[in-house]
Nanobody, 119 residues
Framework: QLQASGGGLVQPGGSLRLSCVASGFQIDDYAIGWFRQAPGKQREGVLCISNAYKVTYYSDSVKGRFTISRDNAKNTVYLQMNNLASDDTALYFC??????????????RGQGTLVTVSS
């Protein structure tokens, strides 16, 4: 199971850090991705980190603003979001993408956390 947290209301230009905590399994051998879905829009991949800490950006719009990291000892993956814009408003969720490599497809997803960027 994966549980995302850390969402909330933030002003444009602000920052948030989302956390994804895994339970019931160890994330060490898994690629973990962050995805988001805005109201009325299709799901979009954001970022992924492989078991070897290789980062894959799924969305060009977050390059230079979002970063992903993992702490296997805490069984947690983080999404640091800086310089947030209204277009970043969405339900964010994390997902296992299977063993080792980022493939762009969520396999086991958790509950999401809502991020709202508004003044």
């Amino acid at each position: 199971q994966l549980q995302a947290s850390g969402g909330g209301l933030v002003q444009p230009g602000g920052s948030l850090r989302l956390s994804c905590v895994a339970s019931g399994f160890q994330i060490d051998d898994y690629a973990i991705g962050w995805f988001r879905q805005a109201p009325g829009k299709q799901r979009e991949g954001v970022l992924c980190i492989s078991n070897a800490y290789k980062v894959t950006y799924y969305s060009d719009s977050v390059k230079g603003r979002f970063t992903i990291s993992r702490d296997n000892a805490k069984n947690t993956v983080y999404l640091q979001m800086n310089n947030l814009a209204s277009d970043d408003t969405a339900l964010y969720f994390c997902a296992s993408e299977g063993f080792y490599h980022c493939m762009g497809h969520p396999i086991t997803r958790g509950q999401g956390t809502l991020v709202t960027v508004s003044s």
